[in-house]
């Protein structure tokens, strides 16, 4: 069994001794066990095979280095059936996925050439106003639930940007603007329903399995099949924000006004978040800048607004529709990779050394064809991980005391032949970043990498810390017969 993950990994990649027979062995099999979640399954459950457009809109991802053709694509309308579904997935060994939004950029995290389990149906948000709580379907993207709550006039902490699925963020970690004030997703949830790995439906909560609610935020797929989380909801009025761009001639002014923004803001209600972006020999620097109020007090955003700039998208506006201004979706269907590191204090010489690798790698790869570079920079608060009334497993003990900015590394590219030099070329960035920062007596060695920007083979202690025996003994209570071991991602 242990076998099984690797050998599904040298079929993806093309890189296997077995016979084309064999292949075509294994993709019956996978089908035969379509066949049978098919007929065990409620009518309102349905699984769909290549050539439907729900087939494809369930195996469709951001990344395209993240899809791949599954046997078939299931779409479970209820808990029940997800735990059928998954007592066939084991007693088969059939390998499968659970995706939500499909914003992971790692090749088979949320993909498989088995049953490819896409959670679309779960997408109700259900506000009550007593509790202050929203129950909220793992199906939806992040746009939908701030829309849907918008009627309210409450919002929950998801993701700051647009598409991005509620499963992988409030089971996998979720900075965004709101982070300051309230912390990350994870922080935020009070229940979830899970489909254990036998398929017992399950509601945890803090007081029912302290174990599997902290383990669970920050888990992904590793305990189950989160069907619906309720969150914790806040007022939200109208906002203050968007997009301004800028072109290479302005780098150094914004780099000095975020500098200034970065040593003189200490309201949690601001928030910066600087791209560039370097392709085709051009670069563009592009600010979100939010305010959570209608109006931002103090000028504390005029230094940024007064350097000349290419256009901008600013205004006072819904919460949802905010999300909405950093064009995410332009660079959708590229290969993609992320790295992360963790930043004490964005001063000046950090974000000209961030310019430097902006310019040095995005010069070295200008030879080649269809590629983006981008590097992405958030301030937070030190006070960033106090907000939550429980651990989680993320950010786990070793963090604790003290929330860290991140500069986010993202490349993009067309052409599978470059996978490995791309993913070279950005670790390597990653970690002259994080040694320079160190060199500068920034206290961060130590840091822990976000699971959900770190690149595939990442060592599972540079993300889960001292968090990680707590975090298998937990696995190997809930999971004895290692169901889960036949999906992808971070595995304990
Ligand atoms: C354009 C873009 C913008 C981003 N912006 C942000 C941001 O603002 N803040 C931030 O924190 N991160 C951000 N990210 C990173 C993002 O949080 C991760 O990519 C996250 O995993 C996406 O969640 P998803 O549900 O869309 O992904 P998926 O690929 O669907 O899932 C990711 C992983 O979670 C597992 N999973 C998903 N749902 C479930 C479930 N219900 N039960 C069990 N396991 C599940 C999957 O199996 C998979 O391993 C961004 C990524 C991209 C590409
Ligand atoms: C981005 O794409 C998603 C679909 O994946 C869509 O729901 C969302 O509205 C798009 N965002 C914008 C700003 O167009
Ligand atoms: C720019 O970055 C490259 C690659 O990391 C490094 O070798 C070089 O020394 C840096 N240049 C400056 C001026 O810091
Ligand atoms: C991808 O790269 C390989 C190896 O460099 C090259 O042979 C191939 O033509 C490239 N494909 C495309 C579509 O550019
Ligand atoms: C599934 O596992 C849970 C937790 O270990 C246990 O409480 C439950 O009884 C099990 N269900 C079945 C059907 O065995």
């Not at 084309?20 to 065990?40: F, P, S």
């Not at 007693?91 to 389990?117: C, D, K, L, M, Y």
């Not at 109020?293 to 905010?322: C, M, Q, V, W």
């Not at 920079?377 to 939550?388: A, D, E, G, N, T």
């Amino acid at each position: 069994m242990t076998l099984l993950p690797s050998l599904i990994f040298a079929v993806i990649s093309g890189l296997t001794g077995l016979s084309a027979a064999t292949t075509e062995l294994r993709r019956a099999d996978y089908t035969a066990t379509c066949q049978q979640i098919a007929a065990a399954v409620s009518s309102e459950s349905k699984v769909y095979y290549s050539g439907s457009p729900t087939y494809n809109k369930d195996n469709e991802h951001w990344a395209s280095s993240s899809s791949q053709p599954s046997a078939c694509s299931f779409e479970p309308a209820n808990a029940q059936d997800v735990g059928i579904a998954l007592n066939i997935l084991g007693e088969n060994q059939t390998p499968f996925a659970v995706r939500s939004g499909g914003h992971t950029a790692n090749s088979g995290f949320s993909s498989t050439p088995g049953v490819q389990i896409a959670l679309f149906q779960f997408s109700e948000v259900v506000y009550d106003a007593n509790a202050q709580t929203a129950t909220i379907g793992m199906g939806l993207i992040w746009d939908n639930v701030y829309s849907e709550l918008d009627k309210y006039g409450v919002t929950v902490v998801g993701a700051k940007t647009t598409g991005v699925g509620v499963g992988g963020t409030v089971l996998g970690g979720g900075y965004t603007y709101l982070s300051n004030q309230y912390g990350l997703s994870v922080d935020n949830a009070v229940a979830f329903e899970l489909v254990m790995p036998n398929g017992t439906v399950t509601s945890i909560t803090s007081s029912s399995d302290p174990d599997l609610f902290y383990g669970l935020r920050v888990s992904f797929n590793n305990f189950g099949i989160v069907t619906t989380v309720t969150m914790k909801t806040y007022a939200q009025s109208q906002v203050w924000g968007g997009r301004i761009s800028y072109a290479e001639a302005q780098w150094d002014p914004v780099n000095t006004a975020i500098a200034n923004f970065v040593s003189k803001v200490t309201d949690p209600k601001a928030c910066v978040y600087s791209t560039t972006d370097y392709a085709s020999g051009a670069v563009v620097i592009m600010n979100i800048l939010f305010y959570d109020a209608p109006t931002y007090p103090d000028g504390i955003f005029d230094e940024l607004l007064e350097i000349p700039h290419l256009e901008k998208d600013i205004s006072t506006r819904a919460y949802s529709n905010l999300v909405q201004t950093l064009p995410a979706n332009a660079s959708s269907g590229l290969r993609a990779m992320f790295h992360w590191v963790p930043i004490e204090q964005f001063t000046l010489p950090i974000l000209e050394m961030v310019k430097n690798q902006t310019l040095y790698y995005g010069e070295l790869l200008s030879e080649s064809s269809g590629f983006l570079i981008s590097y992405d920079l958030i301030p937070f608060l030190p006070s960033l991980y106090s907000h939550s009334d429980t651990p989680s497993a993320f950010p786990s003990s070793r963090d604790s005391g003290q929330g860290y900015s991140f500069i986010e590394v993202y490349y993009g590219w067309t052409n599978a032949s470059d996978d490995d030099v791309m993913l070279r070329l950005g670790a390597e960035s990653a970690a002259y970043m994080k040694q320079f920062a160190v060199d500068a007596g920034q206290d961060v060695a130590n840091a822990l990498i976000y699971p959900n920007c770190a690149p595939p083979g990442t060592a599972m202690e540079d993300m889960y810390g001292d968090a990680l025996p707590h975090l298998q003994s937990i696995r190997s209570a809930v999971d004895p017969g290692n169901v889960m071991g036949l999906t992808g991602g971070w595995r304990f």
